[in-house]
Nanobody, 125 residues
Framework: VQLQASGGGLVQAGGSLRLSCAAS????????MGWFRQAPGKEREFVAV???????????NYAESVKGRFTISKDRSTYTVHLQMNNLKPEDTGIYYC????????????????WGQGTLVTVSS
């Protein structure tokens, strides 16, 4: 299984970006995918997760710092997850990593089975 993240870039504060993470190789009927980020000089932190089962999203969760601004979603027919980021703040700057796991709890703890390469998000003030 490979995860390919894309969509990062430079944006001014208040702007928006949409990240995507495409998984290749899986045949997952029920799985969790999510996003972490790592700011310069800081530890990697959880951002958002969703879990699907039988083709429907059954669970979503967000870090408090992004609630109301970020939305995680999944393409219905593919293993591609998006992170819509609105009202971006300079503190959202960092490398964003996507991950996948059979357990949303393990994913939130940073113990996912699969990780993608990071995509850099820079928010200028």
């Amino acid at each position: 299984v490979q995860l390919q993240a894309s969509g990062g870039g430079l944006v001014q504060a208040g702007g928006s970006l949409r990240l995507s993470c495409a998984a290749s190789g899986p045949t997952w009927g029920s799985y969790a995918m999510g996003w972490f980020r790592q700011a310069p000089g800081k530890e990697r932190e959880f951002v958002a997760v969703l879990r699907w089962s039988g083709g429907s999203v059954v669970y979503e969760n967000y870090a408090e710092s992004v609630k109301g601004r970020f939305t995680i979603s999944k393409d219905r027919s593919t293993y591609t997850v998006h992170l819509q980021m609105n009202n971006l703040k300079p503190e959202d700057t960092g490398i964003y990593y996507c991950s996948a796991s059979p357990s949303s709890n393990l994913l939130r703890q940073g113990k996912a089975d699969h990780w993608g390469q990071g995509t850099l998000v820079t928010v200028s003030s």
